[in-house]
């Protein structure tokens, strides 16, 4: 058989692939080829995702950033790191958390007892046992005086006081008063909050609009919300109308017309109408995101927009949205993709893999 390779892929990246990698040519079948390649070998304790173009590892119990070549750009020195955004990323030294540029200078001294991120120009970080919301010169502007803060979304936070949470907004005063047990961030114009032991919705004005009478509600997304009562997870439209009858073990939200649901101890994907287009076959799923990627599948070319890691008999591997192993399930764990990487963790290391497609066989 001589193969004949079209080198598509290629062109739909910035530059060659110079990685030292390890790639499967039998991911799809013997008359094309499409593979898998670890394009940053697993050698670090625990990673974090690429954001930025940068990505958290660890490595002999220290944190430190590298870059898509697998190369410390930041050494690895922190107690512990968060991911970059907005051109800073959260660090903890000594015990304290504080903000690092690029260049893994400070640009906020570590002085705090935790830290989020930098979301809408403002950062959730503890301080004396209290949170509050610093600006990019780590100057509070809304003092530390909550039992926990949440991030901002769309100009609202929610926070937590005297054991109730709450909404505020970005001088720090109450939108919503703090009375519910749980709060989730607002998601197509609802907050899923909990009251009373139950969880139900409410709108922006901190008003019910579908009554707190479920066991556990997750977000809305493409319109529906997962919700759980008597044990059992089905799907709500914003009227609080079941559009799909409680009947799975656990469920995830809709994402591109697919919502991960769990049946008899086993993981897969259901369609809006409650029906499984991919069966509960899997150990565990996480949901699909994006990869952007070209592939030979099933001797015809692909575009595939996501992927989702799956695992298998003890192993990790990812599907499209056919059911259908991209990426063979043979990892010990993995993460989502992300900026066309994911996570993946083999013989108790982290490294980065990536699809690539090279090219198809004929006789």
């Known amino acids: 058989m001589k193969l004949f390779f079209i080198l598509f892929f290629i062109f739909l990246i910035n530059k060659p692939i110079a990685y030292s990698a390890s790639i499967n040519y039998e991911l799809c079948g013997k008359k094309y080829i499409c593979t898998d390649q670890i394009v940053i070998s697993p050698k670090f304790d625990d990673a974090d995702e690429f954001r930025d173009g940068l990505a958290a590892v660890q490595l002999n119990g220290k944190w430190g950033f590298i870059n898509k070549k697998g190369k410390f750009v930041i050494s690895p020195k922190f107690d512990y790191s968060n991911h970059f955004r907005d051109g800073l990323a959260s660090v903890k030294l000594n015990g304290k958390y504080g903000f690092i540029n690029k260049k893994g200078k400070f640009v906020i001294s570590p002085k705090f007892d935790d830290s989020n991120n930098f979301i809408e120009g403002l950062a959730s970080v503890q301080l004396n046992g209290k949170y509050g919301f610093i600006n990019k010169k780590g100057k509070f502007v809304i003092s530390p005086k909550f039992d926990y803060s949440n991030h901002f979304?769309?100009?609202?936070?929610?926070?937590?006081?005297n054991g109730k949470y709450g909404l505020i907004n970005k001088k720090g005063k109450f939108v919503i008063s703090p009375?519910?047990?749980?709060?989730?961030?607002?998601?197509?114009?609802?907050?899923?909050?909990?009251?009373?032991?139950?969880?139900?919705?409410?709108?922006?004005?901190?008003?019910?609009?579908?009554?707190?009478?479920?066991?556990?509600?997750?977000?809305?997304?493409?319109?529906?919300?997962?919700?759980s009562i008597k044990g059992k997870y089905g799907f709500i439209n914003k009227k609080g109308e079941f559009v799909i009858s409680p009947k799975f073990?656990?469920?995830?939200?809709?994402?591109?017309?697919?919502?991960?649901?769990?049946?008899?101890?086993k993981y897969g994907f259901i369609n809006q109408k409650g029906k499984f287009v991919i069966s509960p076959k899997f150990d565990y799923s996480l949901e699909f995101m994006e990869i952007l990627s070209m592939l030979i599948l099933d001797g015809k070319f692909e575009f595939i927009d996501s992927l989702a890691s799956v695992s298998l008999n003890g192993k990790f591997g990812f599907i499209n949205k056919k059911g259908k192993f991209v990426i063979s399930a043979k990892f010990d764990d993995s993460s989502g993709f992300k900026n066309g990487l994911a996570r993946v963790k083999l013989n108790g290391k982290w490294g980065f893999v990536k699809v690539i497609t090279i090219g198809f066989a004929k006789k």
Not at 154 to 161: F, R
Not at 192 to 199: A, E, H, N, P
């Open 153 to 161: 979304k769309d100009g609202l936070a929610s926070v937590q006081l």
């Open 179 to 227: 009375k519910f047990d749980n709060f989730m961030n607002f998601r197509e114009g609802l907050a899923s909050v909990k009251l009373s032991g139950k969880y139900g919705f409410i709108n922006k004005k901190g008003k019910f609009v579908i009554s707190p009478k479920f066991d556990y509600s997750g977000k809305f997304q493409e319109g529906l919300a997962p919700v």
């Open 249 to 265: 073990d656990d469920s995830l939200g809709f994402r591109d017309g697919l919502a991960l649901a769990k049946l008899k101890e």
